[in-house]
């Protein structure tokens, strides 16, 4: 049996030898965040999120923690923290899963299958239980507002600041390509 941090090693591998985007941070593999479209054939079409992913000393016998960094609406993920709500990471989850696991299977099945019922997010739990036309029409208008490619470049440098200072930054009059060719102070 391999040691855990063999296990985080190869399973990050693989996850940046598919066809995913990975960025770590810190220059570690404990936490990095992840580039994922939404799936086809759903309301997240179209839409690019990035998803933080922390994984413990324990991993692969503990779960990773998952969170949207950009806004995503969903009844099963909190709309401030981008926490998820999701049984298979958070209460199920086993070592025969790996990271591409919840990025092939899990992430896309959370998104096509979302759960009222289990909400982090009760006002969109609530709008699709009470009004489904109204409430998907609120999830295409987050995937335009918030799920773009500029929404996620826009946050890669500053990855633990408000949003806030990214927007001083962009209000001072220079281009998104501007600020991304300054090293930070």
């Known amino acids: 049996m391999s040691s855990p941090s063999k296990r985080r090693e190869m399973d990050v591998m693989k996850l940046m030898m598919s066809d995913y985007t990975v960025e770590t941070i810190n220059d570690g593999l404990n936490e990095f965040n992840v580039e994922f479209h939404g799936p086809k054939e759903s309301l997240y079409e179209g839409g690019i999120w990035k998803v ?8 692969p016998y503990k779960s990773p923690s998952i969170g949207f960094v950009n806004k995503i609406y969903h009844p099963n993920v909190d709309e401030l923290s981008g926490s998820v709500c999701l049984d298979v990471i958070n209460q199920s989850w086993s070592p025969m899963f790996d990271l591409l696991n919840v990025f092939e299977v899990f992430l896309p099945q959370l998104l096509l299958y979302p759960n009222p019922s289990d909400p982090l997010n009760g006002d969109a739990a609530s709008l ?29 440098a500053e990855v633990d600041s408000g949003d806030e200072e990214i927007s001083e930054e962009e209000s001072g009059g220079s281009s998104d390509d501007d600020i991304a060719g300054h090293a930070d102070p």
Do not use: F, G, H
Not at 52 to 59: G, I, S, T
Not at 134 to 149: H, L, N, P, S, T
């Open 52 to 59: 933080r992913v922390e994984l413990p000393d324990a991993y």
């Open 128 to 156: 699709m239980m009470k009004d489904r036309k109204q409430y998907d029409q609120k999830v295409k208008e987050y995937c335009e507002r918030y799920a773009k490619r500029e929404n996620i470049s826009n946050s890669t």
